[in-house]
């Protein structure tokens, strides 16, 4: 069995895959567990947003609930990590989203490696949506996440899970934050598009190592996933 080695990133495929709308389950939880603790991507299907805590991966479905993800459960697209911050603060005073973000931002080393984030606390406001699921033939992402609901949780205690991608990296993965929302309860969720923090912990990992696993599916190897508004489409997306 592989070593658990510290904030070794560990990705399966890559958002172009998304783009062009290759959603089917391409490795096993069972499998992408051995990877990691901490991390985020979704599930067969494009069905909801993947997020582990702490060893515990859950599927945020469409009606915004959390569901426990089964070891034979497959995701097209997930990135894990063993999670160890070298890097923590304490928030005893409300902060925006853009405000948690700049203070990582005088704290780490610089936007040219990949880090993973950790927000544990009391929420004033946090704001997110849902991938809902799809069915074959596929539509691309861009029409896939038009119809998402979204959901609005006032003063809701949880975490909030994810990464910081490099610009260079985009195609491969979401430049900038891509972060992940579970309560307390493990109840609801969602992908997070903005937050208000009251009060809770900051923690932070820079990654070391990046490994990233390319399915071998005859329909990932045979598709063209050389959009030439990639870039845009997964801004659009995600945002």
């Keep these: 069995m592989e070593s658990k080695r510290k904030n070794r990133l560990f990705q399966h495929s890559t958002m172009a895959a998304l783009v062009g709308g290759l959603f089917g389950g391409t490795t096993t ?29 859950f599927q945020i479905r469409e009606d915004g609930k959390a569901y426990k993800v089964a070891p034979e459960d497959t995701t097209p697209y997930a990135t894990v990590t063993y999670f160890e911050p070298d890097v923590l603060f304490n928030v005893q005073e409300a902060m925006t989203r853009e405000a948690v973000e700049e203070k990582i931002a005088s704290l780490v080393q610089g936007p040219n490696v990949f880090y993973a984030v950790k927000v544990t606390g009391n929420f004033k406001v946090v704001d997110t949506r849902v991938a809902p699921k799809q069915s074959r033939p596929y539509p691309p992402l861009i029409e896939a996440v038009k119809t998402q609901p979204t959901y609005h949780f006032e003063y809701i205690t949880g975490t909030i899970v994810g990464f910081f991608t490099p610009k260079y990296i985009s195609g491969i993965g979401v430049a900038g934050y891509h972060i992940h929302f579970i309560d307390d309860m493990r109840k609801i969720g969602g992908h997070v598009f903005d937050y208000e923090l009251l009060e809770g912990v900051v923690e932070v990992a820079q990654q070391t190592e990046f490994e990233l696993e390319l399915p071998q599916t005859s329909e990932f190897l045979r598709s063209d996933l050389g959009s030439p508004d990639m870039l845009e489409q997964i801004e659009a997306a995600e945002n």
């Design 29 to 57: 939880f069972k499998d992408l567990m051995k990877h990691g603790d901490l991390g985020i991507g979704t599930l067969n299907d494009f069905d909801g947003e993947l997020i582990i805590v702490d060893g515990e991966p």
